[in-house]
């Protein structure tokens, strides 16, 4: 007999966070508007009662809300909930957005819509002059083309049904963000909440590869004489590394991790050849492509055209991308771990010659001679290198730490240094917004309360991922994280697509970039004023491994850190003096 409460008529607020709770919606990431009156009663009454909810997590931003989702769902895989404030909430979302499609991390983002009654005889309907400023003819819009799914609840009847969708959709491979508004009458209406067969929502299942296919690849794979594999996320299943590993031992491939999302192979093995994009891919007679979106770069490189080249990937097609090729003469829409583990036996039962296996392993030697990164030079003057700074990161890696990384024009010198070799340790931005990282740290410490979360951020990345919401968020949710800035004073990546662009350009002759930032920026300090995080500047070496150390004792008591180390700086030029 069905109880009281589930028939009683619950608003649809109410309605959506009692089945979030049941689809193991773990956290609600929110900074609450005026759409939201029916959700914030509904805190308050399944508060009160004692019943199921997601945790309301509040962000003084909403980048520091989806880039948190990102992070917690990058450990779990499962989606969580972003709630967001009408149209003005879904655009300050920003890259958030976009990192979320491209790194395809499960999200639901829900936002209000302004009422549209305006007479008062409904619950819900317009008060606020701001319900007419807000009221747009196309919210969705705003985000559309990086969302799976977008869709506009109209009736508190269908909630339940509406979010089942969402959530299956987001959760099946490729996952990715799905975008469900409603007005505030919606939310406030009321309708009957009954109890649903969460099973008949299962995410859909992928297709597998044929055995007749995986046979050809295996024996592909066996015969090669200079075989490669490349990869990005292929390590989003942890379980994926280990099949990988042994695949590769049994026959000697060349592994490189071009801009990796996560540890996708151990930066220690003896096949790995790196992380430099373009890495012998003109002398591989075979390539792999397995969870990859940009495999090489066309005007640098190109395949050998006798090379054969396989592609599995959730998305190999990049349906949601804009100019996209690279040729493949397989190409498979698969699930990459259970593709694996089916290959894995068919690789183990090919016999391979010793000397066959010889000559791959001394071709991937010399190869690792010719791409091995030159040391840097020491400065004389007691200044601090990325080098230098990038070997202290690594004494402090441990059995716990996960490193979640966003310092794009440090990533293959840091990488090249850390080596990660631990399944789940290494955590990148699958996308190219900036600002993810700090509050991302934050997610991954909620997913994971025993790791020691480790960022490490560009001064550009760190301004742009609002410390002033991040550093607020962590020590009031108890998420502490050990944040070291690179600083060298200015935006690097602007300056290296310049010099990409014009070598000898006069930008360069003249050292004028206009990417340089305040000298006595205090980068540190934003995040002890806004979440009483230890802040320290470092400026020489000899201050270096110190400070670090104790800010990782600090961060293991509870309390994050931000380490401000200031390194060369990449300009002399002074802004505002011109």
């Not at 799976?148 to 609840?153: F, M, S, T, V």
């Not at 441990?398 to 080596?419: C, G, H, M, S």
Request: proline share 5%.
């Amino acid at each position: 007999m069905e109880s009281p409460e589930l028939g009683s008529h619950l608003t649809a607020a109410n309605r959506l966070l009692r089945l979030a709770a049941q689809l193991d919606i773990k956290y609600i990431f929110t900074n609450l508007g005026s759409d939201h009156p029916a959700f914030i009663e509904a805190f308050a009454e399944l508060h009160q009662s004692g019943q199921a909810m997601p945790q309301v997590i509040i962000c003084p931003h909403e980048m520091t809300a989806l880039s948190a989702a990102h992070g917690y769902a990058m450990i779990t895989k499962k989606a969580q909930m972003v709630l967001v404030h009408v149209d003005v909430g879904t655009q300050n979302l920003g890259c958030s957005v976009h990192n979320a499609a491209r790194a395809r991390i499960p999200a639901i983002i829900v936002a209000g819509l302004s009422p549209t009654s305006v007479f008062g005889d409904q619950v819900g309907a317009r008060t606020e002059f701001i319900h007419y400023t807000q009221d747009t003819s196309r919210q969705h819009e705003i985000v559309s083309q990086y969302m799976k799914w977008c869709y506009e609840a109209r009736s508190p009847e269908m909630m339940e049904e509406v979010l089942l969708r969402g959530h299956q959709i987001a959760s099946s491979l490729p996952q990715g963000p799905v975008y469900i508004t409603g007005t505030r009458e919606l939310w406030e209406g009321r309708a009957k909440h009954t109890l649903q067969a969460l099973n008949a929502w299962a995410p859909a299942a992928l297709p597998s590869v044929g055995a007749e296919e995986l046979a050809h690849l295996a024996k592909t794979l066996a015969q090669a004489q200079r075989p490669l594999i490349i990869t990005s996320y292929l390590g989003r299943n942890t379980e994926s590394v280990n099949a990988l590993i042994q695949i590769v031992d049994h026959l000697g491939v060349a592994v490189c991790e071009v801009n990796p999302h996560y540890m996708n192979f151990p930066g220690d093995h003896v096949c790995h050849i790196g992380y430099r994009r373009n890495s012998l891919v003109n002398e591989a007679d075979v390539i792999v492509l397995i969870d990859v979106d940009v495999p090489w770069i066309v005007s640098k490189v190109a395949p050998n055209p006798t090379c054969q080249i396989f592609h599995l990937d959730s998305d190999p097609l990049k349906r949601d991308f804009g100019f996209w090729h690279f040729p493949s003469h397989h190409t498979w829409t698969c699930d990459s771990h259970s593709t694996l583990s089916k290959l894995l036996p068919l690789i183990q039962a090919e016999v391979i010659e010793t000397q066959d296996h010889q000559t791959r392993m001394k071709w991937i030697a010399n190869a690792k001679i010719k791409l091995k990164l030159q040391d840097m030079p020491t400065p004389s003057d007691g200044a601090i290198n990325i080098q230098q700074l990038s070997e202290a990161i690594k004494e402090l890696v441990n059995d716990k730490t996960v490193i979640v990384f966003e310092e794009p024009t440090a990533t293959e010198r840091l990488q090249y240094t850390l080596k990660m070799s631990r399944p789940g340790s290494y955590l990148a931005n699958g996308g190219s917004g900036l600002g993810w990282s700090i509050n991302a740290a934050i997610g991954v410490k909620l997913a994971d309360p025993q790791a020691e979360v480790i960022t490490v951020v560009g001064d550009g990345s760190y301004i742009f991922g609002v410390p002033s919401s991040c550093y607020w968020v962590g020590e009031t949710y108890r998420a502490p994280q050990l944040t070291i800035v690179f600083n060298n004073k200015g935006w690097n990546a602007p300056k290296a697509s310049t010099l990409l662009v014009h070598p000898e350009g006069v930008a360069k002759n003249t050292d004028h970039f206009w990417i340089t930032v305040s000298a006595n920026t205090k980068f540190a300090d934003l995040a002890k004023a806004a979440g009483n995080a230890l802040a320290i500047r470092v400026e020489k070496y000899e201050d270096l491994k110190t400070s670090l150390a104790l800010a990782m004792q600090t961060v293991r008591a509870g309390q994050s850190a931000v380490v401000d180390v200031v390194t060369l700086p990449i300009s002399k030029q002074i802004l505002g003096t011109e």
